[in-house]
């Protein structure tokens, strides 16, 4: 069986729009930017012999204030620029609007699935996220978790296994712990 990081998009992989402490995704192609040092982390972790696998909520396009088209661009355009090996998205909008799955994060569907389908053993894997669903949905599926802390207005539910600023310091952090 394979390793893989997971990794949640908005605020791990590209910046997040942090209004009144919360982080919302990009809505427009034109406005999707890596964070620094993605490009070097993903590269260190693929050339450790991790499959990367990104697992987003995407709840806009549920809610219709997001065209699927723009998500899917912002995609085609990060899957241009990382070494991925899939992209997992829920579009529900969530259960404040009545629309929930075994797919929405925190719940660990994505995940599961891409286990399944890629031949992934989840505990050999982690998953890295900036938000308290993304640690949560890795505790479930028997990940290993990373938290990058960016100062939200929102706590922790799960205490993952270690906290970093960024996902080069988390890719250096899980290279550590697996050699």
């Known amino acids: 069986m394979k390793r ?3 990794l949640d998009r908005d605020g ?11 982080p919302y995704p990009p809505m427009r192609v034109e406005d ?3 964070m620094p040092g993605v490009v070097e982390a993903c590269e260190k972790l693929k050339a450790a012999g991790f499959l990367l696998v990104v697992a987003t909520n ?3 396009v549920g809610r219709g204030t997001l065209a699927r088209e723009v998500v899917e661009a912002m995609h085609a355009k990060m899957s241009a620029m990382l070494p991925l090996d899939r992209i997992e998205v829920c579009y529900d909008a969530g259960t404040a609007h009545g629309q929930s799955s075994e797919f929405r994060k925190p719940a660990p569907g994505m995940l599961l699935r891409a286990a399944r ?3 992934i053993a989840l505990a050999e ?3 890295v996220g900036d938000r308290w ?4 949905c890795g505790v479930a599926a028997g990940c290993r ?15 993952p296994d270690f906290r970093v600023r960024s996902l080069l310091e988390a890719a250096d952090g899980i290279l550590a712990a697996t050699r």
């Open 133 to 136: 669903r993304d640690i949560d």
């Open 145 to 159: 978790t990373v938290f990058i802390e960016h100062g939200y207005d929102e706590p922790l539910k799960a205490q």
């Open 125 to 127: 894997s982690w998953m």
């Open 32 to 34: 999707f930017e890596l």
């Open 58 to 60: 995407q709840p806009d």
């Open 117 to 119: 389908e890629m031949d």
């Open 12 to 22: 791990v992989l590209n910046r997040s729009i942090v209004r009144d402490g919360k």
């Open 4 to 6: 893989a990081v997971f």
